[in-house]
């Protein structure tokens, strides 16, 4: 999908009867975890992302995502900031205990694995547990296609809250903003036609 090839972030995949929808975006929820978060991030023409950073709240917001899913199911969540520890210029936003203690391991960049449900987040365990087991069961077509219409509707919601392009010339500008629009139509596209199809 085109979607997908701009900002390969957000897909779905089933085994054994169980569909996982993988979301992940740079800073994609940090702010509402009480982590680091960019009040902006550019682009510049060479690929290299500048992002100016702000010092997390410290405290949770629920939903961490507030784009709705199509269905109900298990909610899991990780912050991850690996690349943000290679930059001396972040270490005063990350080097401290609210980070350290929701945190699998500091020094990797992993954060801790969380659990939502409904406006709850709670840490998920470290020992055995079947917590990730969905309450809830579909028949396979149906799931299908609301899995396909929440995935493209992610791919578009990514695609929006994405890069500016301050740095790129006038005409670099005009060209990503007409990917970006043409993805959103093609998505567009394809999800009134899978709602045709549920309908």
């Known amino acids: 999908m085109p979607s997908f090839y701009l900002t390969p972030s957000c897909f779905a995949i089933i085994i054994n ?26 682009m510049r023409e060479d690929g290299l992302s500048i992002a100016t950073i702000e010092k ?3 405290r949770v917001m629920t939903p961490l995502i507030r784009e709705n899913f199509r269905f109900y199911g298990t909610e899991l969540y990780q912050p991850m900031f690996t690349s943000m520890l290679s930059n001396p210029e972040f270490d005063k ?13 500091w020094k990797k960049g992993r954060g801790k ?9 709670i840490e998920y365990p470290n020992s ?21 219409i929440t995935t493209f ?41 899978l709602r045709n199809k549920i309908d």
């Not at 609210?98 to 391991?105: A, G, P, V």
């Not at 791919?155 to 970006?180: C, G, P, V, W």
């Open 128 to 148: 055995q547990s079947n917590l990730w087991l969905p309450q809830q069961s579909f028949v396979l077509s149906d799931l299908f296609e609301n899995v396909s």
């Open 93 to 105: 936003y990350y080097n401290n205990d609210y980070i350290k203690h929701n945190s699998l391991n």
């Open 17 to 42: 009867n169980y569909c996982f929808i993988n979301i992940s975006s740079m800073f994609l929820f940090s702010r509402r975890i009480g982590f680091p978060y960019p009040s902006k991030i550019r």
């Open 56 to 58: 997390g709240i410290e």
């Open 113 to 121: 694995i969380f659990l939502q449900k409904k406006k709850n987040l």
């Open 153 to 193: 509707k992610f791919q578009t919601y990514l695609d929006s809250i994405a890069l500016t392009y301050e740095y790129f010339s006038e005409e670099e500008k005009r060209h990503m903003k007409n990917i970006i629009a043409v993805n959103k139509s093609v998505n567009n596209r394809l999800i009134r036609l």
